[in-house]
């Protein structure tokens, strides 16, 4: 690791939250894993929470010893606890992707009544986008949010699937098609709704191969009602919530799969110095150190992509001026995860498959979601290309 764009400050608070993790997170990994222990990742939150670490997305709350917190601490913090689980990491990145909106765009009662208990570590938030025909293409979203000029509340009907801390949060963040007659990107609409509210329900939890320990679900809203206040930002402008949103979620993603690279090379060094092979340290096979070559390389291109976009967006930059640097970060370091999962249990060879030899075979599962999540390597690339090619607007 060289953390280049790091400063001095930055690396100490690497090393601060790093003995944190290791205090806190550390003894609790193996109950997460191996139970899906919900009241152990609970707890570390709290611990988070306790210390002001999750207000390191907002320097008017932050109270700590940095001079200048913002993404790049968080992201840190997402790296250095995906190192160690990626699961709970999850976690704790879906709750600050649900207090960014509700710090920037929620009115003064609805941020003071959720947004202060995520940042204190006593409650979780979710983001529900994510729909059976909606994916990256959220313009084709199917949920309905009207407005009940009678009540003056917002009416929400709909569905919403593979949704992080669904049936554990306390708040969601709903997005939905408001004005079906303009365009979705003016015609979408984002409201908070809290957990107890009539009519929200979670018909199931999914059991995924990784990630154990982290709960993700379905949500649905059938004529679920909240207060006019519960409006993010202005009606129809839930678009521009979501596109913000995207590019903090693709920077954190970028720590998330720096972490779960380096727990896996780490193993990979490490096996490939101790262990011997035909009278010399398998290390010294010219195969086996093409693929540490290889690793340590894709890493660094990831650390360098994923700390610009964040020190970019510390710098004031967001929406369509960060769309290409937060999917570059995201799509390097989380096809970098992969490819250092599934190289390092071949540098393992049996012992990377097995439970029984370590967690090469965990961190193998775990990082297959990482492409995925937060928008596909496939439309990275696209957001690349749009950026790239100005004059023409790639065919999705």
């Known amino acids: 690791m060289h953390d280049f764009f790091l400063t001095d400050a930055d690396r100490a608070f690497r090393a ?17 894993e191996r139970d899906e222990d919900w009241e152990a990742v609970k707890a570390v939150v709290r611990a988070l929470g306790a210390a002001g670490y999750m207000k390191l997305m907002f320097a008017d709350l932050y109270r700590g010893g940095l001079e200048k917190p913002g993404l790049t601490h968080a992201t840190i913090l997402s790296e250095e606890a995906a190192y160690l689980n990626y699961a709970f990491e999850t976690t704790i990145a879906t709750a600050l992707s649900c207090a960014y909106p509700l ?3 929620a009115r003064p009662a609805i941020r003071e009544r959720f947004l202060t208990p995520i940042l204190e570590g006593t409650a979780v938030g979710s983001i529900c986008m994510t729909e059976p025909n909606v994916g990256s293409d959220s313009a084709g979203m199917e949920t309905r949010i009207r407005f009940d000029e009678t009540t003056r509340e917002w009416v929400i009907d709909g ?20 004005d079906p007659d303009v365009a979705p990107q003016k015609g979408m609409t984002a409201v908070a709704v809290p957990a107890d509210t009539p009519g929200l329900s979670f018909p199931r939890s999914y059991d995924f191969m990784g990630r154990r320990g982290c709960v993700v679900g379905e949500v649905t809203l059938d004529g679920v009602r909240v207060p006019e206040e519960n409006l993010l930002g202005e009606a129809g402008g839930g678009f521009r919530i979501m596109l ?24 990979a060094t490490g096996h490939a110095q101790a262990r011997r092979s035909f009278g010399e340290a398998l290390g010294q096979k010219q195969l086996i150190w093409d693929m540490i070559a290889q690793m340590s390389w894709r890493i660094d291109a990831a650390e360098l992509l994923t700390y610009r976009a964040a020190k970019m967006y510390d710098a004031g930059l967001d929406g369509k001026a960060l769309m ?14 992969n490819f250092c999962a599934d ?7 049996g012992d990377g498959v097995t439970r029984q030899y370590g967690r090469a075979e965990q961190i193998y599962r775990d990082a297959r979601a990482l ?8 439309m990275c690339k696209y957001l690349i290309a ?9 065919n999705l």
């Open 16 to 32: 601060e939250i790093r003995a944190f993790l290791a205090a806190e997170l550390a003894p609790r990994c193996e109950a997460i």
């Open 103 to 105: 710090h920037a765009h």
């Open 159 to 178: 569905f919403k699937r593979y949704i992080s801390n669904a049936s554990k949060a306390d708040v969601y963040i709903v997005w939905g098609i408001s």
């Open 244 to 267: 913000g949103a995207f590019n903090f979620e693709r920077v954190i993603l970028g720590g998330s799969g720096l972490g779960v690279a380096r727990s896996a090379f780490d193993i």
């Open 324 to 337: 290409r640097e937060a999917a570059q970060a995201k799509l390097v370091a989380t096809e970098t995860a």
């Open 343 to 349: 190289r390092t249990v071949q540098v393992l060879g």
């Open 371 to 378: 492409p995925i999540v937060g928008g596909t390597s496939e």
């Open 386 to 394: 749009a950026r790239e090619m100005p004059a023409i607007k790639p």
